[in-house]
């Protein structure tokens, strides 16, 4: 059994910061791409974050660049998801999902991971 657990979401003001943890249980992932995804009520699944199997290669949604920060250390099981300058349109619940099957380095979109997280509630207030 694989398990990913998401934390650190929770009530913050527009302007602040956040970080996200998801810690990954049952196997290693230190080759598998990872990534943050979040969903607001009524919109769909979106891509904030992907991130290479040794944390070299990054990709961010256009939404997020330059605010948020992807990172994992493999020896932890563990990748994060720093958010800084918060806006209310980042209101969304977040997953963590990992890629066990990746042919390549790189995972963009949310069919091709195949497990994910339960999701923490990050709210941005104005």
């Known amino acids: 059994q694989v398990q990913l657990v998401e934390s650190g979401g929770g009530l913050v003001q527009a302007g602040g910061s956040l970080r996200l943890s998801c810690a990954i249980s049952?196997?290693?992932?230190?080759?598998?791409?990872l990534g943050w995804f979040r969903q607001a009520p009524g919109k769909e699944r979106e891509l904030v974050a992907t991130?290479?199997?040794?944390?070299?290669?990054?990709f961010y949604s256009d939404a997020v660049r330059g605010r948020f920060t992807i990172s994992r250390d493999n020896a932890k099981n563990t990748v994060y998801l720093q958010m800084n300058s918060l806006k209310p349109e980042d209101t969304a619940v977040y997953y963590c999902?990992?890629?066990?099957?990746?042919?390549?380095?790189?995972?963009?979109?949310?069919?091709?991971?195949?497990?994910w997280g339960q999701g923490t509630q990050v709210t941005v207030s104005s």
């Open positions: 999902a990992a890629d066990t099957r990746a042919t390549r380095e790189m995972t963009y979109v949310a069919p091709e991971y195949d497990y």
């Open positions: 049952g196997r290693t992932f230190s080759v598998n791409p």
């Open positions: 991130i290479n199997g040794n944390g070299g290669n990054t």
